[in-house]
């Protein structure tokens, strides 16, 4: 017998979740095999070239285009946005499974289609998510949620359509860091105040 993996070794030597993995296995793309002495589930070198092999799973995933807005009176540019990426998505050849609409800020990871998206991406459910510019998927930490992307499979295309990126967006977004922050200074503030306080009543302060 070859190498024999653990579900967690397997994934992490295909380049996939551990959920994707699982998710394989319930559609009966995969069999875990078993260790005689033990009972004990594994995968082999057989399983990770099954697994590496061109289009192994690519007929079920699909392909993604999100699209978004920072608030509900940009639904022109929503629209816009959406009829910008078809042109782009027919130019480029690529068949549309899914649209993926949103209305949220760019700073706001917790948007709910953006986290049911991401979870998607995670269980190995999408080979392509395509978006109009790196912000329409967050303002920041485009890099990290590109990593997340990758270990799922998902390959992620940005347009890169400056047009639709609306400045008033980035002014938002910079007001609410502004915002952000300001709360925390004033909340270091107070705490120090606080810390001050506890100092003179025990008399140790200076």
């Not at 510019?133 to 499979?153: I, Q, S, T, Y």
């Amino acid at each position: 017998m070859g190498s024999a993996y653990r579900i967690g070794e397997f994934a992490t030597r295909i380049g996939r979740s551990v959920s994707t993995v699982r998710r394989w296995e319930a559609e009966g793309r995969i069999v875990a095999r078993r260790l005689p002495s033990s009972g004990q589930r594994y995968f082999d070198d057989t399983d990770v070239r099954k697994v590496l092999q061109p289009g192994f799973d690519v007929a079920r995933r699909k392909v993604v285009v999100y699209c978004r807005v920072s608030s509900p009176g940009q639904k022109a540019d929503l629209a816009s946005q959406v009829s910008a990426m078809q042109q782009f998505c027919l130019a480029r050849g690529l068949a549309v499974d899914e649209w993926v609409s949103e209305v949220g800020g760019g700073m706001d990871q917790s948007r709910e289609k953006f986290l049911a998206l991401m979870d998607a991406i995670d269980r190995g459910e999408v080979a392509t998510l395509v978006v109009a510019h790196k912000d329409r998927l967050a303002r920041f930490g485009f890099d990290f949620l590109e990593h997340v992307a990758a270990r799922g499979g998902c390959e992620i295309i940005v347009a890169n359509q400056e047009a639709l990126s609306p400045r008033r967006e980035l002014v938002e977004d910079l007001l609410a860091i502004v915002g952000t922050f300001s709360g925390r200074l004033y909340g270091l503030r107070r705490y120090e105040k606080e810390l001050n306080g506890v100092d003179l009543a025990s008399g140790d302060g200076r």
